[in-house]
């Protein structure tokens, strides 16, 4: 498998990354929005401003009237105004000039408005203002016209040094607000990569602990993420389930080769007595020697059974069926073992048909009520009900017998597990009966649960579609 190594990257810095990307795009398009929102705002207020200068200025004029014009007071607002970016020209009410400012100043007059011009184009390259002249009436307190003035100006608007001075404070405000971001964004992102990588660290460790065969290395490190806690679970769980198998396949090696090396070498033994005469051929021999045969022949008819099971090998053939008949017919097979037991079987007959393969049903019922006798002591009881609900059926078979601990309950459908570790082919089977009983169940895409409890007895329940379905 090739790896492209140049281009891994640990996640603590890619999240470190991410989320410094993700807040600098954020801060960005927000410094953008506002920014257009503040520009358009101060738009608007320069504008609003200049028409109030505009009316501010007229009445400073006005003021100075007293009967006649003072010619020094007109000097001294008009010049006062000039540097503000507005151009004035007074004049009487005979129309007589009496200042202006293009006539005493007319290079500063022509040096603010460059200057004024340079600075919009250098805020707001387009900008596209242009000089315009507005007239004037001046009148006296008694409402008669006493003069004129006109003023001039960059229209629509035009921003002063001290408005320009204000919007680069605030574009500076805004970058530093973006490095703080940027910066907390550093520290939030190093803070949740640890929360988040950390934890996956430990699962990787744990998964490599798995993968070298170190089973018993179980993860316990919890994260405050629900999703990384369900996968270290789910990691622990395979490392257990992992290690049971490992357990259950080292007790088969020992069960087969237990099972096998005992007929094996009684056989053995039997022929090389025959072979050196000490033993005759005669039939109490040869049946001694059959019924080894027929020993090895059931090993390796489970095992076989066991490899179907491993590979899913199972060819259904549906039908409609009573199943209260396979329950029945089941019985009538055991009805020695139970009149020998004196077991009470409590089963109500009454038609119900569903859609499955009789023949694999009634193995699934063969293991069941086998063991339900096998360990419901003489004299007890043991229940079986069949129950419809809705399109379902439900197979409930319950014994009365010593029951099964919490401890191995969870383990009892897996491959070659026996609750009691000391029982043999003879008194506890191979431990693969009940595997394959749940995987014939699912096969038929239905469903088996347990519940027991140790000293009154196990209840097992199967759920079976009633409606004709594929497998």
């Given at each position: 498998?090739?790896?492209?190594?140049?281009?891994?990257?640990?996640?603590?810095?890619k999240l470190s990354l991410s989320y410094i990307a993700y807040l600098f795009v954020f801060i960005f398009f927000i410094g953008i929005i506002s920014n257009f929102i503040v520009q358009k705002q101060f738009r608007d207020y320069a504008k609003t401003k200049q028409e109030n200068k505009l009316t501010q200025i007229v009445q400073s004029i006005e003021n100075i009237y007293q009967d006649s014009w003072n010619g020094e007071m007109i000097e001294w607002v008009g010049m006062y105004e000039l540097n503000n970016g507005y151009i004035l020209t007074v004049t009487d009410e005979n129309n007589q000039v009496i200042w202006d400012a293009n006539y005493h100043h007319g290079h500063r007059c022509q040096m603010i408005i460059n200057e004024i011009i340079d600075r919009m184009k250098s805020n707001n390259p387009n900008w596209n203002g242009r000089y315009l002249e507005k007239d004037f009436l001046l009148t006296n307190q008694d409402n008669e016209i006493v003069g004129k003035v006109v003023i001039g100006f960059l229209s629509p608007y035009f921003y002063t040094e001290d408005d320009?001075?204000?919007?680069?404070?605030?574009?500076?405000?805004?970058?530093?607000?973006?490095?703080?971001?940027?910066?907390?964004?550093?520290?939030?992102?190093q803070y949740m990569s640890r929360h988040i990588a950390n934890p996956l660290y430990h699962v990787v460790q744990a998964t490599k602990h798995i993968a070298k065969g170190n089973y018993d290395k179980i993860n316990n490190h919890h994260s405050s993420i629900i999703e990384i806690n369900d996968l270290t679970e789910s990691v622990n769980q395979l490392s257990n389930t992992l290690m049971?198998?490992?357990?259950?396949?080292?007790?088969?090696?020992?069960?087969?080769?237990?099972?096998?090396?005992?007929?094996?070498?009684?056989?053995?033994?039997?022929?090389?007595?025959?072979?050196?005469?000490?033993?005759?051929a005669n039939q109490e021999n040869l049946q001694s020697i059959y019924e080894e045969i027929i020993r090895l022949n059931n090993i390796v008819s489970d095992l076989d059974k066991l490899s179907r099971y491993d590979n899913k090998i199972y060819d259904l053939h549906i039908e409609k069926v009573n199943i209260i008949g396979i329950i029945h017919n089941v019985l009538n097979l055991f009805k020695s073992q139970i009149i020998?037991?004196?077991?009470?079987?409590?089963?109500?007959?009454?038609?119900?048909?569903?859609?499955?393969?009789?023949?694999?049903?009634?193995q699934v019922f063969i293991n069941l009520i086998s063991n339900a006798l096998k360990y419901t002591p003489e004299g007890n009881d043991i229940f079986i009900k069949v129950i419809e609900v809705k399109n379902e059926v439900k197979i409930i078979i319950i014994d009365t017998g010593i029951g099964i601990?919490?401890?191995?309950?969870?383990?009892?459908?897996?491959?070659?597990?026996?609750?009691?570790?000391?029982?043999?082919?003879?008194?506890?089977?191979?431990?693969?009966?009940?595997?394959?009983?749940?995987?014939?169940?699912?096969?038929?895409?239905?469903?088996?649960?347990v519940d027991s409890d140790i000293g009154k007895g196990t209840r097992i329940i199967i759920t079976l579609s009633k409606i004709e379905e594929n497998p």
């Open positions: 498998m090739l790896r492209i190594m140049s281009k891994s990257q640990s996640l603590k810095r320009v001075s204000f919007l680069q404070s605030l574009n500076t405000l805004y970058f530093i607000a973006l490095l703080i971001f940027v910066i907390i964004a550093l520290i939030m992102g049971t198998q490992g357990q259950l396949r080292k007790q088969l090696t020992s069960d087969v080769t237990h099972e096998l090396r005992t007929p094996l070498a009684t056989l053995q033994g039997h022929i090389e007595a025959m072979i050196d005469g000490i033993l005759e020998a037991k004196n077991i009470n079987v409590h089963f109500k007959e009454e038609n119900i048909y569903l859609y499955v393969d009789k023949y694999k049903m009634g601990s919490k401890i191995d309950l969870p383990h009892i459908f897996e491959r070659f597990y026996r609750v009691d570790k000391s029982r043999n082919r003879l008194t506890g089977g191979s431990g693969i009966g009940l595997s394959i009983v749940k995987s014939i169940i699912e096969a038929h895409k239905g469903r088996i649960s």
